[in-house]
């Protein structure tokens, strides 16, 4: 199982940017999946995940950032609205096995990683 973001570049603050999440060999049917970020100098933090308790999100990404999930539940997205320079960073998707996890939107409990994508938000 591996997975691979996509969608990362650079846009202008107040701009949108929906980045993606996709798993090879598998779906995300028995997996939490969860979108997290890392800035310059900072810890990763999540953002949203899915799981078996539907979608959460931390609350300093609640209102600007939407996770939603492919028809065939094999790519995630994260939608990104009027961006702001303190969102630059490094964008990861990250799997763990559903039940095998207290919180996943705890970059601790996830188990795979993507190589992450990298958003770039100019003023």
């Known amino acids: 199982v591996q997975l691979v973001e996509s969608g990362g570049k650079l846009v202008q603050a107040g701009e949108s940017l929906r980045v993606s999440c996709a798993v090879s060999?598998?779906?995300?049917?028995?997996?939490?999946v969860g979108w997290f970020r890392q800035a310059p100098g900072k810890e990763r933090e999540g953002i949203s995940c899915?799981?078996?308790?539907?979608?959460e999100y931390s609350d300093s990404m609640k209102g600007r950032f939407t996770m939603s999930i492919g028809d065939a539940n094999d790519v995630v997205f994260l939608q990104m609205n009027n961006l702001k320079p303190e969102d630059t960073g490094v964008y990861y998707c990250?799997?763990?096995?559903?039940?095998?996890?207290?919180?996943?939107?705890?970059?601790?409990?996830?188990?795979?990683w993507g190589k992450g994508t990298t958003v770039t938000v100019s003023s």
């Open positions: 899915l799981s078996t308790s539907g979608y």
């Open positions: 060999g598998d779906t995300f049917d028995d997996w939490a």
């Open positions: 990250a799997i763990v096995p559903k039940g095998d996890y207290n919180n996943c939107l705890r970059p601790y409990d996830m188990d795979l």
